[in-house]
């Protein structure tokens, strides 16, 4: 008995100390899925979509994706799992079903996303078979309100594979890096706007570093997360290579560095961390490039500042961790 001060090294991204165990709860997941795929005409609909499912607790997955994404999810990404039609044949609730499953990607091909613009891919829960369709039926009567069906390969695919390296670049070897920002459900609408917004007033600087922007949206727990990523030509990292299939590696690697697309992106993603910023966003990766210390009050920072110097007073760990950029003094503190 007694105040848990453990919780005060949670999340701190080992600024505060170095964790050396972990504890964890494992919850095994209901046998019987059922997965459904909508499309939509704008990213409000779908997130008015988002909304609406928010209190539905047996939806395990809740994957939106903006109409580069749709397009392109076959080919890159989520390429090796539409492959994978053993896969997705053993992860059915029954031989039948995923023999079915597979039979329908295999004559769907790549294609099954023409025309796609806005799409939401979910994945609802059942202690039995029927159960998990009646759940995903609550849902689909709730997105065919603005929207409309499509073939579920995508969350299938999801299921049968996870993710890969080959989905952290373009389909020509092109870089990419993420930018996310949570929010309250009730700001759904209001972040879609902004943030297409955003993208529509860089446009023309973007067209010419050859830069496009892709969004993966979920909702769960009561936020909605909106995680645009920047994609443009730039040298392919060694870690990149060393995870690639050889004949992408050797042909990605042929691609020269750019360090003008390079600073742009990073320019771009910076002023789109201080738009969510503004718009209140919370973050689950703070590391080193979302601002903690501004989202803090004077004497919330102040206190963060002391347990820094407690437990850390040479400032060893982690350095810039939090925002924790030098050896603060007493008089920095206050």
């Known amino acids: 008995f007694g105040p848990d001060v453990t919780g005060l090294f949670l999340g701190d991204g080992g ?119 009646q759940h995903l039926d609550l849902a689909r009567a709730i997105c065919l309100q603005r929207g409309r069906e499509i073939a579920n390969i995508l969350p299938r695919a999801m299921e049968a594979k996870g993710y890969s390296v080959r989905g952290f670049l373009g389909k020509d070897g092109q ?63 060694p870690l990149h290579l060393a995870h690639l299939p050889g004949d992408e590696a050797r042909k990605f690697k042929k691609i020269q560095a750019n360090s003008e697309n390079r600073k742009f992106a990073q320019r771009l993603r910076a002023e789109l961390r201080d738009l969510f910023f503004s718009l209140g966003a919370v973050h689950v990766q703070l590391a080193k490039f979302y601002r903690l210390r501004g989202a803090l009050e004077p004497e919330t920072w102040r206190l963060m500042s002391e347990l820094k110097h407690l437990t850390d007073p040479d400032h060893r760990l982690n350095p810039g961790n939090l925002g924790f950029t030098h050896k603060e003094t007493a008089h920095d503190r206050t």
């Open 175 to 237: 870089r990419w890096v993420p930018t996310h920002g949570l929010f309250p459900l009730s700001q759904a609408v209001e972040v879609a706007k902004a943030v297409q917004k955003f993208f529509e007033g860089h446009r023309d600087e973007m067209k010419a570093h050859g830069m496009w922007e892709s969004y993966m949206t979920s909702a769960h727990g009561g936020h909605f997360m909106c995680e645009p990523s920047f994609y443009w030509v730039d040298e392919v990292s």
């Open 15 to 133: 600024a505060f100390g170095l964790k050396t165990a972990a504890s964890l709860t494992i919850d095994t997941m209901p046998d019987f899925r059922a997965h459904g795929s909508f499309a939509f005409e704008t990213y409000e609909d779908m997130a008015e979509i988002l909304v609406a499912l928010g209190p539905f607790d047996f939806l395990s997955r809740r994957v939106g994706l903006d109409p580069f994404k749709s397009q392109n999810a076959a080919k890159v990404g989520f390429k090796e799992a539409v492959k994978t039609l053993g896969d997705v044949t053993a992860s059915g609730p029954n031989l039948m079903s995923g023999v079915k499953a597979g039979l329908k990607m295999a004559s769907a091909g790549t294609n099954f996303m023409h025309g796609v613009k806005w799409s939401l891919h979910l994945s609802a829960n059942g202690v039995n078979e029927q159960i998990a369709e």
